[in-house]
């Protein structure tokens, strides 16, 4: 896939000069925000990182087609890995890290006068609804919002296993974006997970976190063999469908007036 245009685009910060950024003034900031690990043997440890920016700028560039001024930051790598510290060089970032690199974020976004950000979650071990919470009350001119990517659009639809982690559509949205970074699907494991014996837990009313090594083997959850490029193209464009829809109402809306 080849959606890196050759020339700079104005959606995204770190293409822009400053002569573009001073003379524009952004309704929206996303920041897309990744995670650093293992996704079973056929993945690369930046898979959510590349799904971040994918999503983020693809979205931005429909969004900005309909007249809206996006601004896409850079990605943020870490997520929260504590679940799998066992797991070599998956680069956990703790939460109340994330907090305070979220807070400088959204103190330079509010001095410069862009009041709405969305958060461009790419990582189940991500939470961003506390620290929203929390900087909500610090910032009360600031609309602030996550939205997980994964869930915008039903993934049952474009794929026969479920995937949690390293798993059928992770796979099919690699092989569409970094096709050259993917391990021929014969190395990857099957995914296979184990799941709580607590049933509350499993059935997701109760919540606990995983050992992930404990659950599953290879590091994923979710069986990646039934995986595709083109499944991946098509769930990639109704991903970015969503999710721009979702950019242009935040845009429009007014954040001192947000109820019906
Ligand atoms: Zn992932």
């Known amino acids: 896939m080849d959606i890196i245009p050759k020339t700079p685009r104005p959606y995204i910060l770190a293409e822009s000069t400053w002569k573009t950024i001073k003379d524009t003034s952004f309704e929206v900031a996303i920041l897309p925000w990744g995670a650093c690990e293992a996704h079973n043997y056929h993945l690369p440890y930046g898979t959510d990182i590349i799904e971040a920016e994918y999503v983020a700028s693809e979205s931005a560039r429909l969004a900005w087609e309909k007249d809206h001024k996006i601004i896409v930051l850079p990605v943020i790598p870490f997520g929260v890995n504590t679940g799998q510290h066992d797991i070599k060089l998956d680069m956990n970032m703790n939460p109340s890290t994330q907090l305070a690199v979220l807070r400088d974020v959204v103190d330079v976004l509010h001095r410069h006068n862009i009041f709405k950000l969305i958060i461009l979650n790419s990582h189940g071990g991500n939470d961003f609804k506390t620290m929203i919470r929390e900087l909500g009350l610090q910032f009360p001119s600031m609309f602030l919002c996550q939205c997980n990517w994964f869930k915008a659009v039903d993934q049952s639809k474009f794929f ?97 007036d947000l109820y019906a």
């Open 160 to 256: 026969e296993h479920k995937d949690d982690h390293g798993g059928e559509m992770e796979t099919s949205v690699i092989m569409h974006l970094t096709p050259h970074l993917v391990r021929p699907l014969s190395e990857a494991g099957d995914g296979a997970a184990k799941k709580f014996k607590i049933k509350a837990i499993n059935d997701g009313w109760a919540w606990a976190e995983r050992k992930w090594t404990q659950v599953t083997k290879d590091t994923g959850v979710g069986n990646p063999h039934k995986a595709t490029a083109e499944k991946g193209a098509s769930y990639f464009d109704a991903v970015i469908e969503n999710v721009s829809q979702f950019i242009v109402e935040v845009a429009k809306a007014d954040k001192d």
